[in-house]
């Protein structure tokens, strides 16, 4: 599926999909994630992984 498909599918602007792929993408609503999960078919906790910071300068 392109980036194209997956935000058409998904309702999410493309530019943001493609963002995301790249890695440059920090916060993301919730709203998205619900949305990705429901076109991919899956739970969110087999979507998110939780890091842990060491301090307050890695959460930049």
Do not use: W, Y
Not at 20 to 31: D, R, S
Not at 33 to 49: F, K, R
């Amino acid at each position: 599926m392109s980036q194209r498909e997956f935000a058409r599918a998904t309702g999410l602007r493309q530019a943001f999909i493609n963002d995301m792929c790249n890695g440059k993408t920090k916060q993301i609503p919730v709203e998205n994630i619900v949305s990705i999960c429901s076109e991919l078919n899956i739970a969110i906790h087999e979507l998110m992984v939780l890091e842990e910071f060491d301090s307050e300068e890695e959460r930049k």
